[in-house]
C-alpha cells in the first residue's frame, strides 16, 4: 500500500486556518476594545491608561474563553478522545462492515490477507471501535 506523507499544511490545514481565525479575532477583539475604552475613557473625561486597558481587555477575554471556547474545546477534543478509545458512545456503525470486508480478503486472498489487513489497520490507527479489533 502507498501511504504518502503529507506535509504539515496540507495535514493540519482545518488546524492552521482555525488558528488564522482565532489570531484575527483576537486582534479585532483587542483592538475594537482600545476604540472602545478610549472613546468611554475620553466620554468621562477620565485619563487613558495602558494599565486600566489591559485589565479589562484580560478579563473581557477569559470571560468569553471561559463561556465559549473551554466548552467548546471540551465538545470537541472530549469527543475526539472518546472516539479515539473507542467508548460505546462513539460507535460509528462501521465495525459489521468492517468485518465482514475482513472476512471477504481472508476468503478471496487466505496467503496475504493477513499482511493487507495489518497494513490497513495500522495506517488507520486508533478508529477501531469493536472490541474484537482492539486488542489486535
Given amino acids: 500500500m502507498d501511504t504518502k506523507p503529507r506535509s504539515l499544511w496540507k495535514a493540519y490545514g482545518y488546524a492552521w486556518v482555525t488558528l488564522g481565525f482565532f489570531i484575527i479575532s483576537l486582534i479585532g477583539h483587542w483592538l475594537f476594545g482600545w ?48 472516539l479515539y478509545v473507542g467508548s460505546p458512545q462513539s460507535k460509528e456503525g462501521d465495525d459489521r462492515m468492517e468485518a465482514k470486508i ?13 499482511s493487507i489487513i495489518k497494513t490497513l489497520d495500522d495506517d488507520y490507527a486508533g478508529r477501531h471501535t469493536d472490541a474484537r479489533h482492539a486488542h489486535r
Wanted: no cysteine.
Fill in 102 to 114: 475482513d472476512a471477504i480478503l481472508r476468503k478471496l486472498d487466505p496467503q496475504n490477507a493477513e
Fill in 35 to 82: 476604540f472602545a475604552y478610549v472613546s468611554e475613557q475620553q466620554a468621562h473625561a477620565q485619563s487613558i491608561q495602558t494599565s486600566e486597558y489591559l485589565v479589562e481587555m484580560m478579563r473581557d477575554t477569559l470571560e468569553n474563553w471561559q463561556s465559549e471556547f473551554l466548552q467548546l474545546l471540551w465538545q470537541v477534543g472530549g469527543l475526539a478522545i472518546l
